[in-house]
């Protein structure tokens, strides 16, 4: 868990997604996991792996192009204002649910290294809130940072377009993981350990991890028109909400029951076939996998589907407790499946 929790400590928010291209850039090349790796104009990380197999005689003429897709970026903010008495405005870039942003611990991440804060809502403590402002949820824009420095002193440290991320640890809970940004740390964290479990393969691998998914597939778009792959395993993260309070027909996915294959989500329908011979797989190496249909999200495998001629594409997506906010948990089970499920597809090709 030491690759993953680096992972998730690694502050990088949709645009701004050089600090964790970093590190995973430094260990895969550290491992010599790829024969080529690139980074084009949109700041997507791609790895090249042409086919290794393991006879010769059986190498295909043309092996197939597999795409392999992750996103680097988590949801966090971007800094709007600063005002003259220190306190910092932010804008979202992804999707919050505000009841889940009071007061938090946060990171403003400045040329000059990073500012522990603290963001909360503007308002009364509850002591002196009238009940009608005891029940308010105050929207985004209500919400600022707290450095406890003075005002000139902030706006010389801080500038307008600097990284903010929510501030939490990795841990283990039980049979889980809780962090922030297991979405989508979780997905690069597969597609690095399944290429490591790989020494033959009849297939070239593209392997990239993506940049701006949480505001709009923006990145897998152009790396996939300059791969032009055949086939394309999205790695991500689903809903799990198997918990008190979901009805259990909205719960997605079981925690501990395996690898999710996404049927369909609100941005792509997932190729079926693909899906059942990937399934089979599963059924031959005893992996756990389930299947899960979203009714609203999507993932990076919708900008792939649709490049150029269409390609065939499947969601794999790790089932995520309390998506989307600092306490996201994974359990191991299901974390185990992921990379082994993907190196064994791909050794079948």
Known sequence: MQLLEQLTQTPSVPGREARIREVIKSYVEDKQLFDELTTDAMGSLIGVRKARPKDSEDAPDKPPRVMLAAHMDQIGFLVRHISDDGFVRVIPVGGFDTRNLFARRVRICTAGGELPGVMNPGGKPIHIASESEKKKVPEISEFFIDLSLPGDTVKEKVQVGDMVVLDGPFSEVGNSVVSQCLDNRVGCWAQIRAIEALEHHNCDIY???????????????????????????????????????????????????????????????????????????????????????????????????????????????????????????????????????????????
């Open 207 to 349: 392997a990239a991890w993506t940049v701006q998914e949480e505001v709009g597939l923006r990145g897998a778009f152009p790396a996939a028109y300059e791969i032009e792959p055949d086939y394309a395993i999205a790695c991500d993260t689903t809903l799990c909400c198997k918990i008190p309070g979901v009805p259990d027909e909205e719960r997605v996915t079981v925690a501990g029951d395996g690898l999710c294959l996404h049927i369909m989500d609100s941005s792509m329908i997932g190729d079926i076939a693909l899906i059942e011979e990937i399934e089979a797989v599963a059924r031959d190496e005893n992996i756990k996998t389930q299947r899960g249909i979203l009714a609203r999200g999507g993932q990076d495998g919708a900008a792939i589907q649709r490049t150029r001629r269409g390609v065939r594409t499947v969601a794999f997506a790790c089932p995520i407790k309390y998506i989307h906010t600092i306490t996201e948990m994974a359990h191991k089970d299901d974390l185990a499946a992921y990379p082994a499920l993907l190196t064994a597809w791909l050794k079948s090709l």
